[in-house]
């Protein structure tokens, strides 16, 4: 059943017919006035329903290479040079001449086109970049009757120019493509793509035309980047002075820095000066370094002669016994075996020699019966096995009686000492080791210091100094060292009894007659000078005595065959007798 509509191909809203100009020579007819075109309207922000829309009456005419129908459904034949036309249609203006308003006529009598060419020439939503042509866009074609927009006057996605035309166009039907002349553009095109979007309300373009710049703009923008490069240079500037800034301050300066200093050569010493002392005797002193089969031990000693003969502490080679190893070391370095060439426990004094060394300086002795309390003196040894050691102090005090040793128990180790006191520091190691005056001459050798914790000894522990250091005399010192090179033994004085050394009284008492036997040996020392058993000794050559190891060590001070004056108590009474020293073989 025929109802009115069109039987050819059904429209489509998204047709893109061919623009083109008018062909020259043809005129539209005038519209009439009653028919005028109503006023533009904005262009819808959604695309017209293509269905359902009962005052749309016609629909866009597809171009291609089918046939084409009118709105009426009527064949349109298509021309020579370009799309096929309607036999109703009016003839185009010619070229160049104004176009007046076309009203579109519904009714079947008067049909019109139902647009005319694509009015919009930039893409929308941006385009492509200027390395190749804008693609082509399909634009949605108005229904018929509805009023387009005036076309936009911008650039398009290329950057060319499209003509503003503010007058509102019909829908001439479609003619054959020619080339369209382009009107000059008085601006340059803007190197920015313009965004537009055909379905929103009508506004102007972002940039219709580059407006002249401002007076001070160049000024500006160079103001700008002047200020830019300014802050980078004070970074710059920043960073390479806080860098010389660290370096100056790590190394001083950009130049060394020369601290003032003495420039007097400062190696002579004054030969009493401590510095001067250790300088000459250093070169005599020897650390020694024994082990047997179950102790061991280091301790110091001094070169006696240039044969080869030092002079140390009975208590420094014990641990070595009859098998053991001696090894000497200079002050330079240089080490040597040692043989023990004789020792005596009494006095705590010992004698070794080394062989095969040459170029040995002898430390001189001197007269320790000359010294004086307050005397300087310099200790030289190696305590706790630091050789080359020196302390300094002064001679606190003189004849001091002491008695080391006794670890034994049968009293075969007891050395009996009358003792140069000295403040001079003295710790394990330092025995057998110089004690040396001004001159740099021997007065004493270190043996025996007294300790702040009696105990420790025992406990296994070392005591350190607390300043009480006693020192052999070096004139008993050489007397048992020439004895002990000469024969290996040392002779010891004695006066021939037996003393009581439980006796707490003061002074020495010889012991009482028990079982018969006297404690005077008969044709002694004591029995030729009258001494009785149960006699108190109280004095020694004017000197008090307290005890019986004090009356032993006076009698170890002298050598055999001297005379003493002793006083003795007897019943109450005090009795002066003189007295020889007699000799006995030490061990």
Do not use: C
């Not at 149960?534 to 001297?562: A, F, Q």
Request: negative net charge.
């Amino acid at each position: 059943m025929d109802d009115g509509k069109p039987t050819g191909p059904k429209a489509k809203w998204w047709s893109r017919p061919t623009a083109g100009p008018a062909t020259a020579g043809e005129a539209p007819e005038p519209a009439p006035a009653e028919s005028a075109a109503p006023a533009v309207a904005p262009l819808p922000t959604e695309p017209p329903a293509t269905s359902g829309a009962p005052e749309a009456h016609a629909s866009a005419v597809t171009t291609g290479a089918h046939d084409a129908h009118d709105s009426h459904g009527a064949p349109v034949t298509p021309g020579a040079d370009g799309p096929a036309t309607s036999p109703d249609a009016p003839a185009p203006a010619p070229h160049g001449a104004p176009e007046a308003p076309v009203v579109l006529d519904a009714t079947p009598d008067a049909p019109q086109p139902l647009h005319e060419p694509d009015p919009y020439g930039t893409p929308p939503y941006g385009g492509p970049g200027p390395w190749a042509p804008a693609p082509h866009v399909q634009r949605p074609t108005p229904a018929h009757g509805t009023p387009v927009p005036p076309p936009y006057a911008g650039t398009d996605g290329a950057g060319m120019s499209v003509p503003h035309d503010h007058t509102t166009q019909a829908f001439p039907p479609p003619a054959a493509p020619q080339p369209q002349p382009q009107p000059q553009d008085v601006h340059p095109p803007s190197p920015q793509w313009q965004s537009y979007d055909p379905w929103g309300a009508p506004r102007q373009p972002l940039v219709t035309q580059p407006g002249p710049p401002l007076p001070d703009g160049r000024r500006r923008n160079r103001r700008g980047t002047m200020l830019v490069g300014a802050l980078l240079l004070a970074l710059v500037a920043g960073g390479i002075g806080g860098g010389i800034g660290a370096y100056i301050e790590r190394n001083g300066g950009l130049t060394s820095v020369e601290l003032p200093q003495d420039e007097r050569d400062g190696g002579g010493r004054a030969p009493d000066s401590v510095a001067g002392i250790a300088a000459s005797a250093l070169p005599s002193v020897v650390t020694l370094h024994v082990s047997g089969d179950t102790e061991s031990g280091t301790g110091t000693g001094f070169v006696l002669d240039d044969r080869g003969h030092i002079l140390t502490n009975n208590h420094v080679v014990a641990p070595a016994g009859s098998s053991g190893d001696i090894t000497v070391t200079f002050s330079g370095g240089e080490t040597a075996t040692a043989e023990v060439v004789g020792k005596d426990s009494g006095y705590d004094l010992a004698v070794v020699k080394v062989s095969g060394v040459s170029g040995l300086k002898p430390l001189p002795l001197g007269n320790s019966d000359n010294v004086q309390v307050g005397d300087p003196v310099v200790a030289i040894g190696a305590p706790f096995d630091l050789s080359n050691t020196v302390t300094s102090g002064i001679i606190s005090a003189k004849d001091r009686p002491i008695t080391a040793g006794g670890e034994k128990g049968d009293g075969s180790d007891v050395s009996y000492v009358n003792a140069l006191q000295t403040d001079a520091p003295i710790n394990p190691g330092n025995s057998g080791g110089p004690l040396v005056d001004t001159d740099a001459h021997v007065i004493g050798i270190n043996s025996a210091i007294r300790a702040a914790d009696s105990g420790s000894a025992g406990e296994g522990g070392q005591a350190g100094s607390i300043g009480l250091g006693f020192a052999i005399p070096i004139n008993q010192g050489k007397l048992v060292a020439e004895e002990l090179i000469n024969t290996g033994k040392a002779t010891h004085p004695v006066i021939g009894v037996t003393l009581d050394m439980k006796y707490t009284g003061d002074g020495a008492k010889v012991g009482g007659s028990t079982g018969g036997s006297s404690p005077v040996t008969a044709g002694g020392p004591a029995d030729k000078a009258g001494i009785e058993a149960d006699d108190v000794i109280t004095e020694v050559d004017g000197k008090r005595v307290h005890s019986g190891e004090e009356l032993i060590v006076k009698i170890r001070s002298h050598r055999p065959g001297d005379d003493l004056k002793l006083t003795v108590t007897r019943g109450g009474k005090d009795l002066s007798i003189t007295l020889t020293l007699g000799s006995a073989t030490g061990t």
